[in-house]
């Protein structure tokens, strides 16, 4: 993670960025330190994203629904239906979604597409990746625009949607967080430095754009939640049918801490600590969620550890204060995500700067967060920014992980593109599945090869390619076998040069 020039005055800087290749050594720790959005690692969880073919697919699969056809209509009113459907589409594709660089049609964000050219009416739905999307409304009006432009137009119904709320890994995780799409962590790694004032303050602004939130309060030592929120309801429930944990709520953002569950302040060693994390974490019923937002404790000992592994983080946002103390603590911290590939060290920046204000102590004290205490406020308005970029990366993320490794039919290929590079290369199939190096593969006290070369088939095809983070994909074959491919064993197998997709027209 790069570090950058601290100005001198007295403010809490934190900071989004997006990985990129690592860079050794760290600069002196007068500099900011930066919050950093990556994908989630290799030991932090069974996955990311998982769908069947879908998985290959970007972050929106695009699926467009044409007006009704009654039985027995002419050839040429369908063709009619048929070039005014191209009409709209082709004026919509003139609208660009700037975080992905491509057309909102192209990005999949057009749906239940309607025509009736007759009265000149045209309905459609925009499905976007997420409620908080920054320029939502900036798309409705572009969209009404272009399509009200075309001649024989003369209604247009645009509805505003987002996708439902699910992990990138799905089925591999826990039961309660299935139904979360982005799991961020907000750590310092030192304590007293602002960092649950950022959490709390950073979920409260994601849900004022629209976004279901969730905070996870995972300091059992000592507890910030409960004094920084003020639910009606100040214990947790418990669903015994289900034996899992029912959040409290505050604001529409569902809210779960050791400190909620009346018992104050833990005494108790770290394993135990670890095991009643996971138990909050993981059994909780957290719903639909856009972002959970986990306020993770100082330090990088067993707690941290069981967190990243336990969780698919999508991200990981860093807070410090300039002072060298702060930040040898937070260096650690950032080390310890690169270790677990949550980030590479050390990310392009995307640096904001938190002035320490009074009010913004005093809101942390009273159960108010700032960002609803003074909405337009100096304060509300640096969490906005740093909302809105949070968003933006956590989008690019997902869509980049979904197509990282996919397989091409038409030339029994499977096409690789790390994440955060723009190389692209293609593997043959069979290459992939002889480099298997689990323990069904090569023997793991005496390295002997068990999976012989004219054990697999040259014409062996997967089945199934899901992501597993930025770090590997998982691939299941024919045989059922699930291999784990990471990205590195990926980039330094045999490739397959001179091949060329067939493209097939319709």
């Keep these: ?38 994908n989630p690692s290799s030991s932090l969880f069974p996955a990311l994203r998982s769908s069947s073919s879908s998985s290959h697919k970007p972050s929106c699969c695009f699926t467009t629904r044409a007006a009704s056809t009654e039985v027995g209509a002419s050839e040429t009113s369908a063709e009619s239906r048929s070039s005014a459907e191209s009409d709209v589409l082709k004026a919509l594709s003139q609208i660009i979604d700037p975080d992905f660089g491509t057309d909102i049609v192209t990005c999949g964000f057009v749906k239940d597409l309607e025509i009736d050219e007759a009265q000149g009416k045209v309905s459609f739905r925009l499905e976007l990746t997420t409620p908080a999307c920054p320029i939502k409304d900036l798309f409705e009006k572009q969209a009404n625009e272009v399509v009200a ?124 600590v670890s095991g009643v994390i996971d138990q909050l974490l993981t059994t909780t019923e957290w719903g639909e969620l856009d972002y959970l937002i ?61 002035p320490i204000r009074p009010t913004l102590s005093a809101s942390g004290d009273s159960g108010v967060p700032e960002v609803v205490a003074d909405p337009l406020g100096e304060v509300a308005k640096t969490f906005q920014e740093l909302g809105v970029c949070l968003v933006q990366q956590c989008a690019k993320i997902r869509q980049q992980v979904s197509t990282a490794v996919t397989y091409d039919k038409s030339i029994n290929a499977i096409k690789v593109k790390v994440p955060d590079s723009d190389e692209e290369f293609l593997l043959h199939p069979a290459t992939v599945r002889r480099n298997d190096r689990s323990a069904q593969s090569v023997d793991e006290w005496t390295g002997e090869q068990k999976l012989q070369y004219n054990d697999v088939p040259e014409d062996v095809e997967p089945e199934d390619i899901r992501p597993m983070g930025n770090y590997a994909v998982q691939i299941t074959w024919p045989d059922g076998f699930s291999q784990i491919a990471p990205y590195d064993q990926l980039q330094t197998m045999e490739r397959l040069v001179g091949v060329v997709p067939v493209s097939v027209s319709s």
């Excluded at 418990?238 to 569950?261: C, D, H, Q, R, W």
């Design 1 to 38: 993670m790069q570090i950058l020039s601290a100005p001198s005055s007295r403010y809490l800087p934190f900071e989004i960025s997006k990985p990129q290749s690592k860079q050794p050594g760290i600069s002196s720790p007068e500099k900011w330190l930066q919050i950093s959005v990556t």
């Design 149 to 272: 432009g075309l001649p024989w137009v003369k209604n247009v119904s645009v509805t505003m949607s987002a996708q439902p709320a699910k992990p990138m890994y799905g089925a591999m995780l826990p039961p309660g967080l299935q139904t979360i799409s982005n799991i961020i962590a907000v750590s310092s790694c030192k304590g007293g430095v602002g960092k649950s004032t950022v959490a709390v303050n950073l979920a409260y602004t994601l849900a004022g754009m629209g976004a279901r939130v969730g905070i996870f309060d995972a300091d059992v030592y000592g507890p910030s939640l409960p004094t920084m929120v003020s639910p009606e309801n100040r214990l947790l429930e418990m669903n015994p049918e289900k034996k899992s944990i029912i959040p409290t709520e505050y604001l529409g953002v569902k809210l779960v801490s050791f400190g909620f569950a009346g018992q104050g302040r833990a005494i108790m060693r770290g394993p135990m």
């Design 294 to 354: 986990i306020d993770m404790p100082p330090g990088t000992g067993d707690i941290q550890l069981t967190l990243c592994q336990v969780v698919p983080l999508t991200a990981a946002v860093i807070v410090t204060t300039p002072q060298k103390l702060a930040f040898i603590d937070v260096a650690k911290g950032v080390r310890m995500f690169s270790k677990l590939k949550v980030v590479q060290q050390f990310g392009i920046p995307h640096l904001f700067d938190l």
